[in-house]
């Protein structure tokens, strides 16, 4: 099992930055992604990043690119979010979530575990 702990939540501004962090313990030796997804009140959950420890490649949603970067410390347990510029639609509970399994980390249902979530708002 791993276990997964987000901290960084918080309000601010549009137009400011913030970041987010996902340490992630227990049994990580298989770990085969990291991502962080956000879900707004009646939406669906979607994927924001992704990186892939084995060789760092990274993936972003569209509404975030050039915006966030996702990144990792050297030990590779812990994942970042650095948010830049943000808006007011980047309103959302931000969850951690981690995939052993080798099916990725583009889709929620294929999460393995998954992060209690922080929330992050930003006022216009």
């Known amino acids: 099992s791993v276990n997964l702990e987000e901290s960084g939540g918080g309000s601010t501004q549009a137009g400011r930055s913030w970041r987010l962090s996902c340490a992630a313990s227990g049994d990580i030796g298989g770990l085969y992604c990291m991502a962080w997804f956000r879900q707004s009140p009646g939406k669906e959950r979607v994927r924001v990043a992704s990186i892939y420890p084995k060789d760092g490649s990274t993936f972003y949603h569209f509404s975030v690119q050039g915006r966030f970067t996702i990144s990792q410390d050297t030990s590779k347990t812990i994942a970042y979010l650095q948010m830049d510029n943000l808006k007011p639609d980047d309103t959302a509970m931000y969850y951690c979530?981690?995939?052993?399994?080798?099916?990725?980390?583009?889709?929620?249902?294929?999460?393995?575990?998954w992060g209690p979530g922080t929330q992050i708002t930003v006022s216009s």
């Open positions: 979530a981690a995939v052993v399994g080798g099916f990725g980390c583009s889709a929620a249902k294929d999460v393995d575990f």
